[in-house]
């Protein structure tokens, strides 16, 4: 099974250093427009929201671009963007049904998450568990309550297969 980006907004602390540290991946600089994921803060009720790009088997981006500049990685765990091909019509920001591809206003040029080509540096920053990267059912996002969660529940199942 693929790996993909797995999010549980409830244990977001709303810190941002997934967006921060994507964006000095990316561009060597920290700005939240640079960022290829988003987290929009909600101060009264405590649950953030992270936007992100699910990679989808039938990826509305990839499939609505006039020119063929989204396409799937050599991997397959991925799509990104030829930017020889990309006219910057902004049809991918458009389509998207997550709202996940996004302008990067200081290289003028729409911008989507690639999964830092296999190792999202957001999932490696994010230290509430919000963020993380895997493959396998059990990983799910409507079953992952959270890292620390999840982790506990791997650990009993070792312990008793031994």
């Given at each position: 099974?693929?790996?993909?980006?797995?999010?549980?907004?409830?244990?977001?602390?709303?810190?941002?250093?997934?967006?921060?540290?994507?964006?000095?991946?990316?561009?060597?600089?920290?700005?939240?427009?640079?960022?290829?994921?988003?987290?929009?803060?909600?101060?009264?009720?405590?649950?953030?929201?992270?936007?992100?790009?699910?990679?989808?088997?039938?990826?509305?981006?990839?499939?609505?671009?006039?020119?063929?500049?989204?396409?799937?990685?050599?991997?397959?765990?991925?799509?990104?963007v030829d930017y020889q091909l990309c006219v910057d019509c902004h049809t991918?920001?458009?389509?998207?049904?997550?709202?996940?591809?996004?302008?990067?206003?200081?290289?003028?040029?729409?911008?989507?998450?690639?999964?830092?080509?296999?190792?999202?540096?957001?999932?490696?920053?994010?230290?509430?568990?919000?963020?993380?990267?895997?493959?396998?059912?059990?990983?799910?996002?409507?079953?992952?309550?959270?890292?620390?969660?999840?982790?506990?529940?791997?650990?009993?199942?070792?312990?008793?297969?031994?």
């Amino acid at each position: 099974m693929k790996k993909k980006l797995i999010v549980d907004n409830t244990v977001c602390c709303g810190c941002l250093s997934c967006m921060t540290n994507c964006s000095q991946y990316h561009d060597s600089h920290a700005s939240p427009e640079s960022a290829r994921i988003k987290v929009n803060l909600e101060p009264f009720s405590g649950v953030h929201t992270i936007i992100y790009c699910q990679q989808c088997d039938e990826a509305e981006c990839h499939q609505n671009c006039p020119q063929g500049a989204i396409s799937l990685s050599e991997t397959g765990n991925y799509y990104e963007v030829d930017y020889q091909l990309c006219v910057d019509c902004h049809t991918c920001i458009e389509v998207c049904p997550y709202g996940a591809m996004f302008y990067n206003p200081f290289r003028e040029r729409v911008m989507k998450c690639d999964l830092c080509h296999g190792d999202p540096i957001c999932a490696q920053s994010c230290f509430s568990g919000a963020l993380w990267y895997g493959a396998g059912d059990e990983e799910q996002p409507d079953k992952l309550v959270s890292r620390y969660f999840f982790l506990e529940k791997k650990k009993k199942k070792a312990n008793a297969h031994d």
